[in-house]
């Protein structure tokens, strides 16, 4: 019998040690559950956070990898597109089962407008997925984006760095020269943080926009809470609608339009819009250009996809809002459309991941010309990241609109953006030539100055003389070229009306510098029988002579005349005095130093051709003889643009 209860004290206690085997969980279990619980609950910021700090420990394969891919997920939807990027990459090398880490991956991609990246991983997808609509649908919109980036809309954005921070700053509202905004910058009321984003719950905010820029942000502390606040706009008594979301509470799971209304030179407290629910959410609201309907973002029952564009309208004598109405399936997709908007002609605008487009939301037109089709807007508006919340509304400083991005190069996350008309473009395309050779002449500096200007923009030929430089209509220019070895030379570029691009070619010709004491005969210096004044035709040689010499302050030279052998010779050496003296007094008059210039006169010591005394010439052969030459007696081979 005593074995007999021995047995079964050691079958207790091994069933006892087998059970605490299986009660025995490792330590990071809790950890994980935490980070499920909030991803779960769309807190995804937090979740990245939670799964990162947990999968160093995790050792078993199929978890370890299910915690990647809730990692790369989590900041995926947090639209954390660098980090996402970082994570699906180990994601896609890892061996995760299911084919649409392939399709995030690509789509991450594309976000950062990698396109030909993109289009090979979602060709990988297919081949996983043959003929799935959206990676087909995906690779055409590769396609299509690196057309609009290589060809570009006559549009300027820049982004407005002066109220953007680094935290979310989207959704502006122009109204009487003032922007308004959402933004989670450090300013917003509350202490609380949005765990799907990480960043303080948003707030509204607005600026005054003086002289094309912003002046002091100003909390719009009467719509204000601790909570999500964005997307506003008004009607045309000034009341102001705009998306809350949390609830003044911060319980609420969804968004919801308010109106504050303006009376009394002050705004009432917000009300909800009797077409909210619980149930689904609200925003992005938007009125038409005629204040008839309200446009909004919405998830209800009844749409063609995630949040569709509605529109309700309000009655004044019966105090009532009309059933919601679906814009249909020329604007909505199975994704999301948001941020609805209208220009001065009509015309419909909304953010959209589900139309064909660049990367993640992009700006769409739905043309009051064209109400059955949907326009991509295109580069610049658009880019691979996500772009929303065009409002056109043309302020007295020449911006023509307002967006918000999260592009790269940005202050921050998403950032306020203007839009401006793009100027027609002048290029100046040169070539610098040796004269002598008539070759290029590489690595010579080009200045170019706008006139009554001080400001040189200053560039270099490349190996084949070439230089290139984008100028403004309507402004004359004037080009200079040096090198070593060579004299400083330049042309003028008069002012060119243009209302098309415009490409011009210019070549600016390069003289080496002679050696000294060599004599050159300017070509056009000659003078009329016993007179010394400087002819009509003569004075263009003289300016482009004297322009020489501004271009090559340390060039000294001497200004050589001459006669013919008519005349006695003493009247011949005073008259080719006479005649060097006039050229100096032109230069002189042109603004050239006198100490420059070496007057002199040979009379008729070095004829060019035998037209000696006694001999019989015409009257063109002893005018060869009557003529001006120049000597450099100084040079200068350094580099002086002026």
């Known amino acids: 019998m005593k074995h007999k209860h021995f047995l079964f004290l050691i079958a207790l206690l091994f069933s006892c040690f087998t059970y605490g085997q299986e009660k025995v969980q490792p330590a990071y279990i809790m950890e994980l559950e935490k980070a499920d619980q909030c991803f779960q609950a769309k807190k995804y910021n937090t979740a990245a956070q939670l799964y990162q700090r947990v999968y ?35 994601l ?12 995030n991956y690509a789509q991450l991609l594309k976000n950062f407008e990698r396109y030909e990246d993109a289009t090979r991983v979602f060709n990988d997808y297919l081949f996983e997925m043959p003929d799935n609509k959206l990676a087909l649908e995906a690779i055409e919109g590769c396609k299509q984006a690196a057309d609009w980036k290589a060809k570009p809309e006559r549009f300027l954005v820049k982004n407005l760095t002066q109220i953007n921070t680094p935290y979310s700053d989207y959704g502006p509202y122009f109204h009487e020269q003032h922007l308004y905004f959402s933004s989670s ?25 003086m002289n094309g820029s912003p002046l002091q942000v100003v909390s719009q502390k009467n719509i204000n809470t601790d909570f999500n606040e964005g997307a506003l706009c008004m009607d045309s008594l000034q009341n102001i609608y705009f998306t809350q979301c949390n609830g003044a509470d911060g319980k609420g799971l969804n968004c919801k339009i308010l109106v504050s209304y303006f009376t009394e030179n002050k705004y009432s407290n917000p009300q909800v819009l009797p077409f909210n629910s619980d149930s689904f959410s609200c925003g992005h609201p938007f009125w038409d250009n005629q204040y008839k ?69 992009d700006i769409f037109k739905c043309s009051t010309d064209s109400p059955n089709t949907i326009k991509n ?57 040796d004269r002598e050779t008539e070759k290029p002449v590489p690595s010579a500096f080009v200045g170019i ?84 004044q400087i002819r009509k035709d003569a004075e263009p040689v003289l300016d482009s002579l004297a322009a020489v010499l501004k271009l090559n302050p ?28 006039s050229c100096v007094s032109y230069l002189v008059n042109k603004g050239i130093d006198n100490s420059r210039l070496v007057p002199a006169g040979y009379g008729e010591q070095f004829l060019v051709n035998n037209c000696s005394d006694g001999i019989d010439c015409s009257e063109a052969e002893h005018q060869a003889n009557r003529r001006t030459t120049i000597k450099f007696l100084k040079t200068d081979s350094k580099i002086k643009v002026r």
């Open 56 to 90: 160093p420990k995790i050792k078993e394969l199929t978890s370890k990898e299910q915690t990647l891919y809730k990692i790369a997920e989590s900041y995926r939807l947090s639209n954390n597109f660098g980090n996402a990027l970082k994570w699906y990459e180990n």
């Open 185 to 209: 910058r450090k300013e917003a009321q509350g202490n609380g943080i949005f765990e799907w984003t990480g960043q303080k719950y948003a707030d509204i905010f607005s600026s005054q926009i």
């Open 293 to 361: 309907y309200l446009y909004f973002a919405s998830d209800r029952p009844g749409g063609m996809g995630k949040k569709d564009i509605w529109k309700t309208q309000y009655s004044f004598t019966k105090n009532e809002w009309s059933k919601p109405e679906n814009l249909g399936t020329t604007i909505n997709t199975n994704e999301d459309e948001l941020f609805p908007s209208f220009d001065q002609k009509g015309n419909l605008y909304v953010a959209s991941k589900g139309h064909i487009g660049m990367g993640g939301l």
């Open 554 to 581: 340390g060039l000294v030279i001497e200004l050589a005349s001459h006669t013919d052998s008519r005349a006695e010779a003493p009247y011949n050496l005073d008259l080719s005095k006479k005649r060097a003296n």
């Open 377 to 433: 807007m295109g580069s610049p508006i658009n880019s691979g990241a996500d772009d929303l919340g065009l409002h056109w509304s043309i302020d007295s400083n020449g911006a023509m609109g307002y967006f918000s991005s999260n592009r790269p190069g940005g202050t921050g996350d998403d950032d306020l953006y203007a839009i401006y008309a793009k100027p027609f473009q002048l290029i100046v395309n040169g070539t610098i030539i």
């Open 92 to 103: 896609v090398n890892s061996k995760y089962p299911d084919p649409q880490i392939l399709f």
């Open 449 to 532: 100055t706008e006139q009554d200007s001080k400001n040189i923009v200053q560039i270099k030929s490349d190996e084949d003389g070439q230089f290139s430089s984008s100028l403004l209509f309507n402004k004359n220019y004037a080009f200079s070229a040096s090198k070593n070895s060579y004299l400083n030379s330049g042309i003028a570029l008069q002012a060119i009306v243009g209302q098309n691009d415009t490409t011009i070619q210019v070549i600016v010709w390069l003289d080496r510098i002679p050696a000294k004491e060599a004599e050159l005969t300017v070509q056009g210096i000659y003078y009329d029988l016993d007179q010394w």
